[in-house]
């Protein structure tokens, strides 16, 4: 039985693939490389020394689905495919709307026709929208999601309910990843962004590496500690491994699952800065800017469903994952395109 992967070969995919292949399943990957590179799959080849499915493809294609079904006996869908950024998603709503949530439907579609039921979903914290007292626990409703983007996800974990709801046996568990940051330890796969990053760990990187001047601190008047914004990051390879409890967890029983995938702890821009300046040696130069539209103050989850419910605790601390950030960074300044 394969477990099938869509978006395998963009950042948090490379990383899911590498633990599901050392956990010994076999993978199929699905994914149309519009924001990464079959260079991450070849890389998790060359350290796993295993065999990966790739097939180049789009979610929204059900001519592709259904010969990947029906040439492949798939029980899982691991669900990363889809567009993830937040400005270009206010410039380019319906593309967002299309990928995101016609894709997902297009998907289930598919998996339905072939009698695949288990499914887990790359959803996000900004589905709980802003106003709610921290730490973010699955129970608090969900809230107004302040972007097209963040609509996308939120409209997905309603869609997918109602499925849940549906004939049909599914069995679906929603992920709300907090802030995923770092790198596989081996430096050999990472995060990849095309042109100028959007999230402040790649950012601080190619400050580092001396590729840009200084990191824009988005807004230092928020009610925090120090006035700058405030995040629960997780290293990817605790969030992965977070998939890997979540998927055997709904083996178990039909239905719909939520899961926060944090480690429960904030930490703000300038302490990130400040860790990045320590673990890299380098000066991080940065200049105070106004707040980015759409931004929180805070944000951080209450991980504690997923630890009772899965078993699963995020191990690594900020220092692992800016270190493993950096080693990524050095080792392939400009990622996968030029080593
Ligand atoms: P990514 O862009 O690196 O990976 C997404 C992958 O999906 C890419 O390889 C891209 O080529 C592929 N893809 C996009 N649209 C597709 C389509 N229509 N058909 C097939 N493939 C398609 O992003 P990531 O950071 O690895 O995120 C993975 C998932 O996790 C996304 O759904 C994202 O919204 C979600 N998520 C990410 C974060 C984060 O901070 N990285 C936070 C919360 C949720
Ligand atoms: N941030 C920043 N400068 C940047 C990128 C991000 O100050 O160049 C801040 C951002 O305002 C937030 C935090 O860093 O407080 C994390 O932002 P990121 O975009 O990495 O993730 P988000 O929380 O928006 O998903």
Redesign the pocket.
């Known amino acids: 039985m394969f477990v099938l992967v869509?978006?395998g070969?963009?950042?948090?995919?490379s990383h899911m693939v590498f633990s599901l292949l050392e956990a010994g399943h076999d993978i199929i990957v699905?994914?149309?490389?519009?924001?990464?590179s079959e260079l991450s799959i070849n890389r998790v080849r060359e350290i796993t020394g295993k065999k990966i499915l790739f097939v180049q493809g789009?979610?929204?294609d059900r001519k592709v689905l259904n010969k990947l079904f029906s040439d492949y006996d798939v029980s899982d869908v691991l669900h990363?495919?889809?567009?993830?950024s937040v400005g270009e998603s206010c410039c380019h709503p319906l593309m967002y709307y299309e990928?995101n949530v016609a894709?997902t439907v297009v998907l289930c579609q598919a998996m339905a026709a072939a009698g695949v039921f288990n499914l887990v979903f790359?959803?996000?914290a900004t589905v709980y929208g802003d106003g709610h007292p921290m730490p973010l626990h699955e129970t608090l409703p969900t809230g107004s999601p302040t972007n097209p983007y963040g609509r996308s996800k939120l409209m997905i974990e309603m869609l997918l309910e109602d499925l849940t709801d549906s004939v049909h046996p599914w069995s679906i568990a929603l992920l709300r990843?907090f802030?995923?940051i770092g790198a596989h330890e081996s430096g050999v796969i990472g995060e990849d962004p095309l042109g100028v990053p959007n999230?402040l760990l790649p950012y601080l990187g190619q400050v580092a590496m001396g590729r840009r001047e200084c990191v824009s601190i988005f807004g230092n008047d928020y009610p925090t500690l120090d006035g700058t914004g405030v995040r629960d990051y997780i290293h990817v390879m605790d969030l992965v491994e977070g998939h890997l409890c979540a998927m055997q967890a709904i083996h178990k029983s039909s239905g719909l699952r939520v899961w926060n995938l944090g480690t429960g702890r904030g930490y703000s821009v300038l302490e990130v800065i400040h860790t990045y300046e320590k673990i890299s040696g380098c000066n991080i130069a940065y200049r105070m800017a106004p707040r980015r539209p759409g931004d929180v103050a805070a944000c951080w989850a209450d991980p504690g469903l997923a630890a009772k419910e899965l078993g699963w605790k995020a191990k690594r601390g900020l220092n692992d994952m800016v270190r493993d950030a950096w080693y990524w960074q050095k080792k392939n300044p400009y990622g996968y395109q030029i080593s």
């Open positions: 869509t978006g070969s963009g950042y948090i995919g699905l994914d149309n490389l519009c924001n990464s789009d979610v929204r990363f495919a889809g567009l993830k990928s894709g790359s959803s996000s990843y802030n995923p999230n």
